[in-house]
């Protein structure tokens, strides 16, 4: 799945000529949440914002059972599951059920990692700010990620 795509499905407001992960403006939410739950991949980058300090941002779609523990020094992040819900620690804390539609903020420092409560793979979008992946990233799987 790509973020630039004829796919009859998506809202014409999206802009197909860029290339995946740069838009004149931001997708709406609901754009975002139909270009979510269409990713297949691991990991999808739909949109990055670049901007003055404290301007910058990412959306990224994810498509996973489990993502293991890690930090990011520099990043605030937040997790919205869309297809199922989400379980996440933070900080070697107890895991926490996140429903599907809610929002749960992961401070930059933030030791976290999250997993599908199906078992099974399921969809979230992610936000970084400031961005974090570069703008054209697609990991298919996880295997993808973890070797770059």
């Given amino acids: 799945m790509s973020a630039v795509s004829d796919d009859p499905a998506l809202p014409a407001t999206l802009d197909k000529r860029l290339p995946a992960g740069f838009r004149r403006a931001p997708p709406s939410a609901d754009e975002l949440d139909l270009l979510v ?14 901007g003055e300090l404290g301007t910058s941002y990412q959306n990224v779609a994810q498509h996973f059972t489990a993502i293991q523990e890690e930090v990011h020094e520099h990043n605030l992040q937040y997790f919205k599951p869309l297809t199922g819900d989400i379980l996440v620690r933070l900080d070697g804390t107890a895991e926490q059920r996140v429903p599907v539609g809610e929002v749960v ?21 992610v936000a970084y700010h400031p961005w974090h992946h570069p703008p054209d990233r697609v990991d298919h799987t996880l295997a993808d990620a973890e070797a770059r």
């Fill in 37 to 50: 739950r269409l990713n297949t991949d691991f990991r999808q980058v739909l949109f990055t914002r670049y």
């Fill in 105 to 125: 903020w992961v401070p930059a420092g933030t030791r976290h990692g999250v997993r599908t409560a199906s078992g099974r793979p399921e969809s979230m979008l």
